[in-house]
């Protein structure tokens, strides 16, 4: 009697696989999908998030926030780049950062220490967009009182500290 019942599984079993297995997905060429995406990235909206960046009014480094979600610290200093938004254009907010520095890597090194990678030479920088590298990626850094070199194109600058 057990081997009937075996023989009954096994055969339920059996049928069952062969099903599965003939539902698989025919193959096919590659089909293309075009390119892939590009552009700034937008920032997931929370309304307690707040993304801090440090832009320039009449000389002097500002502090603003804007609302968003969780950005890396390469693509808040892409933001930085990109310059200010209309409204803060509006209140005379302005960016030393030329965006041909951009895209931005950002390595922890030792000690509390951030190293800020660029595109462009780190010496063409002014120290006024030096300042504004350096805050925005302090305020983006778990340390309180990060250290930040600035580096592209084999030169550095610092390490500073943000000043504000």
Do not use: H
């Not at 998030?49 to 969780?70: D, H, Q, S």
């Not at 254009?89 to 895209?103: I, K, N, R, S, Y």
């Amino acid at each position: 009697m057990r081997t009937g019942l075996t023989r009954r599984a096994l055969a339920a079993g059996l049928i069952s696989l062969v099903a599965v297995a003939g539902c698989g997905v025919q193959p096919s060429d590659a089909i293309r999908a075009g390119d892939p995406p590009n552009g700034p990235v937008a920032p997931t909206i929370a309304p307690d998030l707040k993304i801090t960046l440090y832009l320039v009014r009449n000389g002097r480094l500002r502090v603003v926030t804007r609302p968003g979600g969780r950005l890396s610290q390469a693509d808040t200093l892409a933001l930085l780049a990109a310059g200010p938004s209309a409204t803060e254009q509006a209140d005379g907010l302005t960016t030393d950062v030329p965006p041909e520095a951009g895209p931005f890597s950002v390595t922890a090194e030792p000690a509390g220490r951030l190293k800020v990678t660029q595109s462009i030479p780190a010496g063409e920088l002014s120290p006024l967009a030096v300042a504004q590298i350096v805050c925005t990626a302090a305020a983006t850094a778990p340390q309180s009182r990060a250290e930040i070199t600035v580096v592209g194109d084999g030169q550095s600058v610092g390490p500073w500290n943000c000043p504000g």
